[in-house]
C-alpha cells in the first residue's frame, strides 16, 4: 500500500511528479509538481482551482504510480494536510 511522504520540491528524483497542495482563495487545493529530466520543476494546477478537485487530483496521480510506490507530497506555504486523510510521513533524512 502506497504511503504519503511530505518532501520539499528539491527533492523530488528526476523524471517523478510529487502532489502539490496549495491554498487558493482560502482553499486547500492540488496541482502536481514534476521534477523534469532537465532538471527544471513543472508546476502544474487547474486554470480555476477547486477543492472539489483535491481527491480527484490524488487518485489521477496514484494511477501513474506503480503499486509499491509511496506518493510524494509538497506543501506550499499555508496548505495543510487533511486530518481525515492518511497518515503523511515525513521524508528520512538522506
Not at 511530505?6 to 523530488?12: E, K, T
Not at 528524483?13 to 487545493?29: D, W
Request: glycine share 4%; with cysteine; charged share 25%.
Amino acid at each position: 500500500m502506497a504511503r504519503y511522504i511530505r518532501v520539499s520540491p528539491d527533492h523530488i528524483p528526476l523524471g517523478q511528479t510529487a502532489l502539490l497542495l496549495f491554498v487558493h482563495q482560502n482553499e486547500l487545493c492540488a496541482g502536481a509538481l514534476e521534477h523534469r529530466a532537465d532538471g527544471r520543476l513543472d508546476r502544474r494546477v487547474p486554470e480555476d482551482p477547486s477543492p472539489h478537485d483535491l481527491v480527484l487530483g490524488i487518485c489521477r496521480l496514484m494511477a501513474d504510480l506503480p503499486d509499491d510506490a509511496d506518493l510524494l507530497v509538497v506543501m506550499e506555504p499555508l496548505a495543510y494536510w487533511p486530518a481525515s486523510f492518511p497518515k503523511l510521513h515525513r521524508q528520512a533524512n538522506r
